[in-house]
T-cell receptor
Framework: NAGVTQTPKFRILKIGQSMTLQCTQD?????MYWYRQDPGMGLKLIYY???????DKGEVPNGYNVSRSTTEDFPLRLELAAPSQTSVYFC?????????????FGQGTRLTVV | KQEVTQIPAALSVPEGENLVLNCSFT??????LQWFRQDPGKGLTSLLL?????REQTSGRLNASLDKSSGRSTLYIAASQPGDSATYLC????????????FGEGTQLTVNP
């Protein structure tokens, strides 16, 4: 039972570098999300997707991009890393059917930008 | 804009005590509410999901209630144990399209032996 899998678990980036955070789910969920969590804070939504080929911005999308070419995968791209993007990133997925909308989260990617 | 508040921000109790964590939200037009547990350095584990038409959900020593009209939910933990020490987060899902979750900032619980 893999659920939601994120890679890598940890990463250190230099300012201006780029990287892609990978997220895949094996539950055939149509909804997928990217959140970031800063120390002592709740989770802020970066981007989300309601199905393959459809993405939309959340609360804090600046500096990030996403794509959803398949149901399973929802990668998050950082183009020009900045210290303000130091955070823990969580990917999540869920169904959109009534009674089955429980959200499942990955274990997170801890990113430090120096 | 939906805002979710959790009180208290931190709570320390002796083992065996019954306790209540509070979650309030500003927009009552929610689809459902979900309680999560987060251990230090770990991801989120779903504890309970309450649909907007439900009043409460129970799982073992956990009971979550929902009063949609007043914008409140509580998580009741019976007979607390040191293993319950973690941060507890509540999140509400909007009724409108997108099905996004809005999170509170969490309550950090410490249960002392």
């Amino acid at each position: 039972n893999a659920g939601v899998t994120q890679t890598p678990k940890f990463r250190i980036l230099k300012i201006g570098q780029s990287m892609t955070l990978q997220c895949t789910q094996d539950m055939n969920h149509n909804y997928m999300y990217w959140y970031r969590q800063d120390p002592g804070m709740g989770l802020k939504l970066i981007y989300y997707s309601v199905g393959a080929g459809i993405t939309d911005k959340g609360e804090v999308p600046n500096g990030y991009n996403v794509s959803r070419s398949t149901t399973e995968d929802f990668p998050l791209r950082l183009e020009l890393a900045a210290p303000s993007q130091t955070s823990v990133y969580f990917c999540a997925s869920s169904y959109s059917v009534w009674g089955s909308t429980e959200a499942f989260f990955g274990q997170g990617t801890r990113l430090t930008v120096v | 804009k939906q805002e979710v508040t959790q009180i208290p921000a931190a709570l320390s109790v002796p083992e065996g005590e019954n306790l209540v964590l509070n979650c309030s939200f500003t927009d009552s037009a929610i689809y459902n509410l979900q309680w999560f547990r987060q251990d230090p350095g770990k991801g989120l584990t779903s504890l309970l999901l309450i649909q907007s038409s439900q009043r409460e959900q129970t799982s073992g020593r956990l009971n979550a209630s929902l009063d949609k009209s007043s914008g409140r939910s509580t998580l009741y933990i019976a007979a607390s144990q040191p293993g319950d020490s973690a941060t507890y987060l509540c999140a509400v899902r909007r009724e409108t399209s997108g099905s996004r979750l809005t999170f509170g900032e969490g309550t950090q619980l410490t249960v002392n032996p």
